[in-house]
């Protein structure tokens, strides 16, 4: 798929991939072997059905392989844009075994792009049933749980917090990776299926999960894991220093790249430092880039192969000038007399052996220490839970990192009634596989209703 020029992207946020032209995806359409047993289908979350979408693009029916995906997926241009398709349904392509997989995830937001562009009906939903469903976040899972149960004929009301639905796919996400424009699009389309969303609706706060199970037959709960991590370490107050969700929002969510035009400030450092190794972490540094830093550091304490950042994002942030202090760990914060941030102290790492996730243990190098001159530090080393609903929600079981503890085939909570999914039972996770537990979670909410 071809992209803009590093030099030309990184002066603003517009998009960077930018996307098929319909005979360029009927040339990768061809690549597909049409599989009678697809692995392909087998390593996506949702299930979609990857050889007949596929086929319908090398036919020149690209609207009709839309409506093939939106039968198990609701939010295909987002995952066509941001699914780590490389880990997930491309990394069982059998194409893949000798040469390189058919773009499955290109070719999704190819046929979603068409269908946006063109427009497209909806599918006809199943007689209404008169149960009624809330769903506790307009995130990945929220959405597509409310999806899926609006296909069903249950009548679904989604409640968030903020005042725009999206969770982390409008505040998290930055634009050039996820236009809001297409978020926006997905949303709608939801809407148009039945779908009812509430803005402004803290739950937990404006109302309690027992308040919503007096009004609605059962309730999904898809509030995510925004509660930043920090490292504990000396001069973490100083000012100058975000976490990746605060820096994150205020520029994709709250637009304060406009400022002054927009009411919401942020700190334009010159020598950035982010530390963290996942897509976060490239999203902040890559952002960080756009808001004119003259440099931009990213501190990782593996080595390059162990980085768990998607490698096409990796590969774009270095394109656009971004740096890459490897094998590297931050030990103190040091601040000048104003309390601002103005140096990293560090120490060299080397690689032992594996932890329990499979990497190699980072260990400390004696007398390796050293200082990175900064002025803005950004820290991305992942979200916990917020305990806020479980605190407030009795019945409510939580694990000792605070995260709902489910069934994780039916998303089933201790609370009768009550189901989860997403990075609020698992920590955080992918766009995809929220959106899978909030599909499993439906499944499961319809057979419960069914029984009611």
């Known amino acids: ?181 297409i978020v926006e699009e997905e949303i709608n389309y939801l809407e148009r299926f039945g779908v009812r969303i509430v803005l402004d609706a803290l739950i937990g706060r404006t109302y309690t999960i027992d308040d919503l199970l007096k009004e609605f037959d059962a309730v999904f709960v898809g509030t995510g894991a925004g509660h930043p991590t920090f490292l504990n370490i000396p001069g973490e107050n100083l000012n100058g220093i975000y976490s990746a969700n605060e820096y994150l929002t ?44 003259e440099t931009v550091t990213v501190i990782y304490r593996r080595g390059r192969e162990e980085l768990p950042a998607r490698i096409e994002e990796v590969t774009r942030a270095e394109e656009e000038g971004v740096r890459f202090q490897m094998l590297t760990s931050p030990l103190r914060f040091v601040g000048n007399s104003e309390g601002w941030v103005e140096k990293v102290e560090c120490e060299k790492m080397e690689l ?26 950004i820290v991305a080393i992942g979200t916990d839970a917020n305990n806020l609903l479980t605190n407030v929600t009795p019945g409510l079981e939580a694990n000792k990192r605070g995260y709902i503890v489910v069934d994780e085939a039916t998303g089933k909570t201790t609370k009768k009634g009550v189901y989860a999914g997403g990075d609020n039972t698992t920590g955080a996770a992918t766009v995809i596989l929220a959106m899978g537990a909030g599909k499993r979670a439906a499944m499961a909410i319809d057979e419960y209703l069914q029984a009611k």
Request: proline content about 8%; overall charge positive; some cysteine.
């Open 1 to 181: 798929m071809p992209e803009r020029s590093p030099l030309e992207r990184v002066m603003d946020f517009m998009e960077v991939p930018l996307g098929y032209a319909a005979d360029a995806a009927v040339v990768e359409a061809e690549r597909c072997l049409q599989c009678k047993d697809p692995q392909c289908v087998k390593g996506c979350p949702v299930g979609i059905n990857i050889p007949r979408f596929i086929k319908l693009i090398l036919e020149g029916k690209p609207g009709e392989a839309a409506k093939k995906i939106k039968e198990t997926s609701s939010l295909p241009a987002v995952c066509g844009r941001v699914c780590p398709q490389e880990d997930q349904c491309e990394k069982l392509c059998i194409v893949g075994k000798k040469n390189k997989p058919v773009a499955i995830g290109n070719l999704e937001r190819y046929a979603a792009d068409w269908e946006m562009e063109h427009g497209g009906g909806i599918p006809e939903p199943k007689p209404p049933t008169g149960k009624r469903v809330a769903v506790v976040g307009a995130g990945p899972a929220g959405l597509t749980c409310a999806g899926e149960l609006a296909k069903m004929g249950h009548d679904v009301t989604i409640f968030e917090a903020l005042h725009k639905a999206g969770g982390v796919l409008v505040y998290g996400i930055p634009e050039y990776r996820l236009p809001k424009r």
């Open 250 to 293: 205020r520029i994709n969510f709250m637009k304060a790249n406009l400022f002054p035009q927009s009411h919401t400030p942020v700190t334009r450092g010159r020598n950035i430092t982010v530390i963290g190794g996942g897509n976060v972490a490239m999203d902040a540094a890559r952002t960080a880039l756009r808001m004119k830093a």
């Open 352 to 377: 032992g052996e594996p932890d329990t996730t499979g990497r190699r243990r980072p260990l400390s190098v004696a007398g390796s220490e050293f200082a990175i001159d900064t002025d803005l530090v």
